[in-house]
């Protein structure tokens, strides 16, 4: 599967922007969809993820996101998109989707992704 990340830009803390993952095929059934996010000179680390419609399609968040961020799988379009709201300056990073086939236990866990894309920068000014 080849995913393509889009949409990101340079907003003002408070601001919201989503941001999409096109995946080249229906991930829906085989595959959790995991957002993760890499900010200059840090780890990358885990944003979100949706389950596949096989486990329930329930979604994960991060701590630092939860509230102000939402998942959301468009199944007809083959599309994951990230509702970012409140959007603070921390919040600066380059934004990857990926998939994963993993028990449910592992789904915030980078390694154990495959297939990123290319991210998307989401630049958050103060």
């Known amino acids: 599967v080849q995913l393509q990340a889009s949409g990101g830009g340079l907003v003002q803390a408070g601001d919201s922007l989503r941001i999409s993952c096109t995946a080249s095929?229906?991930?829906?059934?085989?595959?959790?969809m995991g957002w993760f996010r890499q900010g200059p000179g840090k780890e990358r680390e885990f944003v979100a993820a949706?389950?596949?419609?096989?486990?329930?399609?329930?979604?994960f968040y991060a701590d630092p996101v939860k509230g102000r961020f939402t998942i959301s799988r468009d199944t007809i379009k083959n599309v994951v998109y990230l509702e970012m709201n409140n959007l603070r300056p921390e919040d600066t990073a380059v934004y990857y989707c990926a998939v994963s086939s993993v028990v449910l236990s592992g789904i915030g866990m980078v390694d154990q992704y495959r297939s990123w894309g290319r991210g998307t920068q989401v630049t958050v000014s103060s």
């Open positions: 949706i389950a596949r419609r096989t486990s329930g399609g329930r979604a």
């Open positions: 095929e229906d991930t829906s059934r085989r595959y959790h």
